[in-house]
């Protein structure tokens, strides 16, 4: 809601410039509720720039070709988390607090290189949209909080989120001590995740929006998720555990993304933000939860349970999809003809 209110470039700015100080503190604190608390505040600060980079995507891409941006911006992210944690295992092996300033710099030298890129380019789009508001009398826009459908899809973004999360808890763990890979071999394995998505993901996109709909796109990558963490019930031979990751690959591929661009045309063009970050919302709750959920019912009742269940959980998410998609976006194209 504060980027539907202030505009998504003041959002980015303050967010990256507000966590420089913010990085450099955290070496100052030292017990665990202070750790906390600065933890607590530069996430807070951190992750406002996620709704508005989504809402500044969706301004500065072609209509037809939002779904490839957002894979674009995807690819960045993830080439980032692939080179982020060798950089900062170098940096802490130097000084923890070395790192932390490290961060500091990296987010103003990147708030800086956002400033001189997008100023002129956010003037301009402020001054086009003063400009279609006012040929174009706008209908004024609910809450995404109010959108039933749209708290449905969330829920299933949620319910996804869990599944696919499991990569980076519990999937770890069974490698290590159900199939006992090295933390070499780990290594291997998720190396290859991201370079396969760099490698495949624009391709992909750009056959999903060829082929296919909004719809079996979502139906189908959240399948193939599915399918990915069923199959390591029954073997976890290292073919296995390499088909398993290059499937999941291509479904997050096919699902991540279309997300994005499902809230995008949902919103309004006045409240893209708040849809954006309520999506957010979905997947942070996941984030939460999952490694306690994933650890807990491996503990309990075993890898194999957590893997069908995981799966079946998938398959009955791509069903949901594949009917809340089309009656979600045919609502929302018979209220824009209503406005027009």
């Known amino acids: 809601m504060i980027t539907d209110k202030i505009g998504e470039y003041r959002v980015q700015s303050l967010s990256l410039f507000l966590s420089v100080p913010l990085f450099c503190m955290i070496p100052l604190f030292t017990t665990e509720t202070g750790l906390a608390g600065i933890i607590l505040a530069q996430s807070i600060v951190s992750e406002t720039f996620r709704p508005a980079n989504s809402v500044a995507i969706t301004k500065y891409a072609k209509p037809e070709n939002i779904t490839r941006a957002f894979s674009l911006n995807r690819m960045a992210v993830n080439l980032g988390f692939s080179i982020g944690p060798a950089l900062g295992g170098i940096l802490s092996a130097i000084s923890y607090e070395f790192l932390f300033f490290s961060n500091a710099l990296a987010a103003l030298l990147a708030g800086l290189m956002y400033i001189w890129f997008f100023k002129d380019r956010a003037r301009v789009a402020k001054e086009k949209a003063k400009t279609v508001k006012e040929v174009i009398v706008v209908k004024k826009e609910s809450s995404p909080y109010r959108d039933g459908k749209f708290l449905i899809y ?3 973004c949620m319910f996804f989120a869990i599944c696919f999360f499991q990569l980076f808890s519990t999937l770890t763990i069974f490698y290590k001590d159900t199939a006992h890979l090295s933390q070499q071999n780990i290594g291997y394995i998720l190396g290859y995740s991201g370079f396969l998505i760099v ?3 624009m391709g992909l996109v750009q056959v999903a929006e060829k082929y296919f709909t909004l719809a079996f796109t979502m139906l189908f990558g959240t399948f193939l998720c599915g399918v990915s963490y069923a199959m390591l019930a029954f073997d976890y031979s290292i073919i ?3 088909l398993s990751m290059t499937l999941l ?5 096919w699902t991540l993304p279309f997300m994005s661009t499902i809230t995008a045309l949902r919103s309004g063009e006045n409240n893209k933000g708040a849809y954006m970050g309520l999506n957010g919302i979905s997947f942070s709750i996941a984030f939460i939860v999952t490694p306690y959920i994933g ?3 491996a503990e309990k009742l075993g890898f194999s349970i957590l893997w069908i269940g995981t799966g079946v959980l998938a398959v ?5 999809f594949y009917f809340i998609i089309p009656w979600m976006l045919k609502d929302k194209n018979k209220v824009e003809e209503d406005v027009i």
Do not use: N, R, S
């Not at 690959?249 to 591929?253: F, K, P, S, W």
């Not at 009955?316 to 949901?320: L, M, N, P, T």
């Open 295 to 297: 650890t807990l019912i």
């Open 199 to 201: 490698l495949l993901e």
């Open 249 to 253: 690959c291509v479904g997050e591929i």
């Open 240 to 242: 296995t555990l390499v």
């Open 316 to 320: 009955a998410i791509a069903v949901g």
């Open 154 to 156: 969330c829920a299933f």
